[in-house]
């Protein structure tokens, strides 16, 4: 009676105390993040340069002229900060885009990552000249729902990170070649199953498919630039995300990143931190425009729980995906675009979902998926392609028989240097719908209709809302409060539409 007594008080105060636990995490990170801005460095000068100014002016003090990117040729080495760091790419500059040299890969000239501990410690420097960068990260989430749910709390999630990446022509003069590892370490819970007992949709970005261990293996692979440079391969252990249907965008938030979730459910469709055997291939048809191809197995073991058993055995089928980008650079600002059409085909032989798998005439077909995605900067701060204020969204349509998600449609903002004096925050919302298969929503309504219990099959669609913060606190650290609110969680009316509050912390080192 006493137990039963004291669990009851403690779900009376819970959600007053999530609140405010929420509110004073925000009251600390609006006393840090708008004290004013870091002093220059510069690394900053480089890295935030108006547009067509040609000096950087903080704190009414005029710095020195603005750099110029370099103009490399190969892969750019420079990690990146935050979630999406494993994107690394080449800077570009603005509206000087080469020919048909496939070494500027697409997809962002991103800005430097920043160290928490001076960009000289740990032998960076000496390596760095001998082909060796390296980047450990460390990522904290925390989410909690004082409403809606099947039960109110808070869950976390962390990540450590490392990524090593090696030019070989500066190790062992082998030029145009370079090996790429990353491992992971993570741990936590997932909010979704937890509280509304649903584990098709995570709101966090971190949980999940770290498989308990010490260092997961999200991917190890070499790449290649052939014939002058005019086809890029990837090839070894490696996610389908790495090739297509991604962007740094995406990953400024925590519901989508690093590809829309109606992909990222396909068993082929590997995304971070899963991986299987692929070769991916790039072209360039002309100046502004990449064409993306490969062939990935289709294996719902992933390499296991460490993703380090890589024997073949579990092989269902290939994934062939190819994708098509036109990437304009508009006006006398170099307002940055990318629009993107892609189709895969899965040639496992996939069951139909629901009750309709009894019927072995519908059994062993093909999968199939196609997306349109887009983004384009409508207002430049700075001078890489993710300093600017950048409208975005997409839509991805699945075999809907034999896929969980039937479609998704999503839209949304992001305001990187938008505020006044914080040239390295960005603010962001975005908007996600998800449909749902056919045959297990014609199941549960089955069931519904028989009054017998749907379990967690879909009913209906389901829209998740996220708005964020992500604020540059000191050298290295981010920290993104966050907001979201679902309309029908677990695709149902029975739990009441749901607040989530959170926010995450990043560091590298």
């Given at each position: 009676m006493l137990g039963r007594r004291i669990n009851a008080k403690i779900a009376t105060i819970r959600t007053p105390v999530i609140c405010v636990l929420f509110v004073l995490a925000t009251l600390i990170f609006a006393q840090l993040a708008f004290a004013g801005p870091a002093p220059a460095t510069a690394q900053h000068q480089a890295d935030y340069c108006p547009i067509p100014s040609n000096q950087v002016i903080q704190n009414g003090r005029t710095l020195q002229p603005c750099p110029r990117p370099p103009q490399e040729r190969g892969r750019s080495w420079y990690i990146q900060p935050l979630s999406n760091f494993y994107f690394m790419q080449n800077f570009s500059q603005i509206g000087n885009l080469p020919s048909n040299d496939i070494a500027w890969r697409y997809a962002f000239a991103t800005a430097r990552s920043e160290h928490l501990l001076s960009d000289d410690a740990l032998w960076r420097p000496w390596l760095a000249d001998h082909g060796i960068r390296w980047s450990l990260s460390y990522k904290a989430e925390v989410l909690g729902n004082p409403s809606g749910g099947n039960r109110q709390g808070m869950d976390y999630a962390s990540e450590e990170a490392l990524q090593i990446n090696i030019d070989w022509n500066k190790l062992a003069g082998i030029p145009d070649f370079w090996t790429h590892m990353l491992v992971v370490n993570r741990a936590g819970r997932n909010l979704m199953a937890d509280n509304f007992g649903d584990s098709r949709l995570s709101l966090q970005e971190v949980y999940g498919a770290g498989g308990n261990v010490l260092a997961h293996l999200v991917w190890l692979y070499g790449e290649s630039l052939l014939f002058s440079k005019k086809l890029g391969i990837d090839y070894g252990r490696l996610p389908v995300a790495l090739e297509v249907a991604h962007s740094p965008i995406y990953c400024q938030f925590t519901t989508t990143c690093s590809s829309p979730n109606a992909l990222k459910r396909e068993?082929?469709?590997?995304?971070?931190?899963?991986?299987n055997w692929g070769i991916a291939g790039r072209i360039r048809p002309a100046k502004d425009n990449i064409l993306t191809f490969g062939a990935f197995a289709s294996n719902a073991k992933y390499g296991g729980p460490s993703g380090w058993n890589w024997a073949d055995n579990g092989n269902t089928g290939v994934l062939l995906p190819v994708e098509d980008m036109w990437q304009p650079y508009?006006?006398?600002?170099?307002?940055?675009?990318?629009?993107?059409?892609?189709?895969?085909?899965?040639?496992?032989?996939?069951?139909?979902?629901?009750?309709?798998?009894?019927?072995?005439?519908?059994?062993?077909?093909?999968?199939?998926?196609?997306?349109?995605?887009?983004?384009?900067?409508?207002?430049?701060?700075?001078?890489?392609?993710?300093?600017?204020?950048?409208?975005f969204g997409g839509?991805?349509?699945?075999?809907?028989?034999?896929?969980?998600?039937?479609?998704?449609?999503f839209g949304?903002?992001?305001?990187?240097?938008?505020?006044?004096?914080?040239?390295?925050?960005?603010?962001?919302?975005?908007?996600?719908?998800?449909?749902f298969s056919q045959n297990l929503q014609q199941e549960a309504q089955t069931l519904q209709a028989l009054h017998l219990p749907t379990g967690n099959l879909p009913l209906m669609g389901e829209n998740v809302f996220e708005l964020k913060y992500g604020a540059a606190i000191v050298r290295g650290v981010r920290f993104q409060p966050e907001y979201q609110y679902?309309?029908?969680?677990?695709?149902?009316?029975?739990l009441g539409?749901?607040?989530?509050?959170?926010f995450m912390t990043t560091m590298i080192l």
């Open positions: 068993q082929a469709f590997t995304v971070w931190p899963k991986s508009i006006g006398p600002h170099a307002l940055v675009g990318h629009y993107k059409i892609g189709y895969a085909i899965d040639t496992t032989r996939y069951a139909p979902l629901g009750s309709f798998a009894g019927n072995p005439q519908a059994r062993g077909k093909v999968r199939d998926t196609v997306w349109f995605l887009a983004d384009q900067m409508i207002y430049r701060t700075g001078q890489n392609d993710l300093s600017g204020v950048v409208l839509y991805v349509h699945n075999t809907g028989s034999r896929s969980v998600y039937r479609s998704q449609a949304g903002i992001d305001a990187g240097g938008i505020v006044p004096g914080r040239p390295f925050d960005r603010p962001g919302l975005v908007f996600a719908h998800y449909d679902i309309v029908h969680p677990a695709a149902s009316k029975r539409n749901a607040s989530v509050f959170g």
